[in-house]
């Protein structure tokens, strides 16, 4: 089972985590969350937002591509990189991955102006 490694996040994961044995299958979200990274996730995990988005940094080649309805909300996530992914929808594979949790969401850009 892969390991998940989360960058430092300021409010989220200040010191940063590893989830050892991730289970293969299972979201990138949903594990965070079962872990304790409070990651939001405001559209409950149904591919309706970009509040989870996160980019790889390791492992992105060993997801699966992501959809048409993923990618064009992925042009709306604040923050957006080559190798960003919404959390609900990128499906943990048989390799390790090293994730970072954007600074703002959508949602918190627009309460913060």
Not at 8 to 23: D, M, S, Y
Not at 46 to 59: L, M, N, Q, R
Not at 65 to 93: H, N, V, Y
Request: proline letters at 4%; glycine letters at 4%; hydrophobic letters at 35%.
């Amino acid at each position: 089972m892969p390991k998940i490694t989360i960058l430092p996040h300021e409010t989220l994961c200040p010191e940063g985590a590893v989830i050892e044995n991730a289970p293969v299958g299972e979201s990138i979200c949903r594990v965070l969350l079962d872990n304790h990274v409070e990651i939001e996730h405001a559209c409950e995990l149904s591919c309706a937002c970009t509040t989870c988005h996160v980019v790889i940094k390791e492992g992105f080649s060993s997801l699966e591509d992501a959809t048409d309805d993923e990618e064009d909300l992925l042009d709306r996530a604040w923050g957006l990189k080559s190798t960003s992914r919404l959390s609900c929808q990128a499906k943990i594979a048989d390799k390790d991955l090293v994730i970072e949790i954007p600074k703002y969401t959508i949602n918190h850009a627009k309460e913060n102006h």
